[in-house]
């Protein structure tokens, strides 16, 4: 498994982020997106305005090869995972075209890739049994508060298998 991180300029709009996980999930090669950026919350987390919502004109449903995704963080940094490396250069012309701003990409490691304590914590007493059951793309991947189904989008990869 190799790692390649993506980190654009500047900040994406839904729009661009959507043309560009549909352009990488066409990849053969990509095994999982993780998308890192500034949170945007559905309400004000805190302060006075507690409790309010906040209409970011950002936080948008985007369609990602068919799955819907809603965006919860504006798009600042990604992490793929690939299979090997032979499609690097594919990724270099995406982000050339979509990232006229300028991006760095970086191959090196980035994710977790065995269970933390926080999955342990996760997942309770029987987490040792679903921890060695689990997908092992959801990995490091969730913190311990959060609901997985809010943080977590699966998009499953139709390859033809006679190609």
Avoid: W
């Avoid at 549909?22 to 090669?29: A, E, S, W």
Wanted: proline residues 6%; glycine residues 6%.
């Amino acid at each position: 498994m190799i790692e390649v991180e993506i980190f654009p300029h500047r900040y994406l709009k839904a729009s661009t982020t959507e043309k560009f996980l549909n352009r990488i999930y066409d990849l053969k090669t990509v095994d999982r997106v993780v998308i890192h950026g500034q949170s945007l919350p559905k309400t004000v987390p805190f302060g006075p305005a507690r409790g309010l919502p906040v209409n970011h004109s950002e936080r948008k449903i985007i369609n990602v090869k068919g799955v819907p995704v809603e965006l919860t963080v504006m798009a600042g940094r990604f992490i793929l995972t690939l299979t090997d490396d032979s499609e690097i250069n594919k990724i270099e012309e995406i982000c050339k075209e979509l990232f006229p701003f300028g991006y760095n990409i970086k191959v090196g490691k980035f994710l977790k890739d065995r269970p933390t304590v926080t999955d342990y914590l996760k997942y309770g007493e029987d987490g040792v049994f679903l921890i060695n059951e689990m997908d092992r793309r959801l990995i490091g991947l969730v913190d311990p508060r959060s609901r997985l189904k809010t943080n977590v989008s699966v998009i499953e990869k139709n390859i033809d298998k006679d190609e």
